[in-house]
């Protein structure tokens, strides 16, 4: 069965939008720092893009997050999960309602309203069929936004939560982890880069 992996870049002061984040806004004041390793020329953050691209089996993203990256000033042909790398996976969506309209149509979408833990179920079994379609060991990733990754960790639903560490502080916006969440990690990945410090931990 595939892994269940949390990707989402974070600021060293634990959010992963700036403040005022909105659709209009969708990183928040000063949130573009946190991707700048995923737009970069250093070598090992390319390969990072292109290594984390090629194991997505399927990923999962919240109806917020959906809404921006779908919007007219969302992804395109040159920017969005995949573009220019191996192809674009399937995408599951957790909402309470499917949208009346959808802009990428090319992109294969399944909504799910039940709930994450549903959706988690669905993606793993997208993956599944890709893995074996393909024949390589793939993920379901969970890409965002924060509050759906922190909630899927709460639950207990994550197998690995692989972090980028941007060198900024934002001092407000939308934080990862809820009060309360108690987990035990394990580092198994720590690579520094000129953009970022990624980190990666089995989730115990």
């Not at 909402?95 to 992109?107: D, E, F, K, M, N």
């Not at 793939?138 to 994550?158: E, K, T």
């Not at 394990?186 to 410090?197: D, P, V, Y």
């Amino acid at each position: 069965m595939p892994r269940v992996v949390a990707d989402i870049s974070i600021s060293l002061d634990g959010y992963v939008t700036g403040p005022a984040a909105g659709p209009d806004n969708g990183l928040g004041d000063g949130g573009e720092a946190l991707h700048r390793w995923a737009f970069s020329d250093d070598p090992a953050d390319e390969r990072l893009v292109r290594e984390a691209t090629a194991r997505s089996g399927a990923v999962v993203l919240g109806r917020t997050l959906f809404d921006i990256v779908d919007g007219p000033d969302g992804w395109n042909d040159e920017v969005g999960y995949g573009a220019g790398e191996v192809g674009q996976p399937p995408f599951v969506v957790v909402t309470s309602a499917a949208p009346q309209h959808v802009r990428q149509t090319h992109l294969d979408w399944t909504f799910v309203t039940t709930g994450i833990e549903d959706a988690v179920d669905v993606a793993k079994d997208l993956a599944a069929r890709e893995q074996s379609r393909r024949g390589s060991e793939l993920d379901a990733v969970l890409m965002g936004g924060g509050a759906l990754i922190g909630s899927a960790l709460a639950a207990g639903l994550v197998d690995v939560l692989s972090l980028h560490l941007a060198p900024v502080v934002l001092g407000g916006g939308t934080p990862l982890f809820a009060p309360g969440t108690h987990r035990e990690l394990r580092r198994t990945g720590c690579l520094a880069t000129s953009t970022a410090t990624h980190l990666t931990y089995d989730v115990l």
